[in-house]
């Protein structure tokens, strides 16, 4: 097997490729995500049941913390309580930053291939006229030789 065997070789199987593995890297984080809050609103449900009666009222907590928002209607009573909210914070502070990074990151390859796109149509043109200046040279050679036949 060739070196370059795993490399896909088209653009289309470059982008396809592309689009995977960031779905699926968006999708992992998502989940993750997601599952660290659910494991909060769980373990601040039973860590903190004065303040937090029943799970629904602990996730939304923990959704209000998570993205940052905090409304204020819902909130511990205890260390651990502040504890855990400290740690969704975090998650969701990492969260954001690791989505915007990774929009930017998609935008940036978008224009970067779209300038790549360019440069290669423009050496692709630079190209052809160089072949079709050869072209026209050799046909002038030619013609010279046939003159150069017919005067001798």
Excluded: C, N
């Excluded at 029943?54 to 998570?66: C, E, I, R, Y």
Aim: glycine share 8%; no cysteine.
């Amino acid at each position: 097997m060739s070196e370059h065997a795993h490399v896909p070789r088209s653009p289309l199987e470059r982008r396809i490729r592309k689009v995977v593995t960031s779905r699926s890297v968006t999708l992992s984080f998502a989940a993750t995500f997601v599952g660290l809050a659910v494991a909060g609103a769980v373990l601040i449900r039973f860590l903190d049941r004065d303040s937090f009666s029943s799970f629904g009222l602990a996730f939304w907590w923990v959704l209000q913390t998570v993205t940052t928002i905090g409304y204020g209607d819902v909130i511990p009573s205890g260390t651990v309580g502040k504890v855990i909210g400290g740690i969704e914070m975090v998650i969701g502070v990492a969260f954001i930053s690791f989505l915007t990074a990774g929009v930017t990151s998609a935008v940036v390859q978008q224009v970067q291939a779209k300038a790549d796109d360019a440069e290669r149509q423009r050496e692709d043109r630079h190209f052809q006229m160089i072949t079709d200046a050869l072209g026209e040279i050799r046909t002038a050679i030619a013609d010279l030789d046939r003159r150069l036949d017919q005067a001798r």
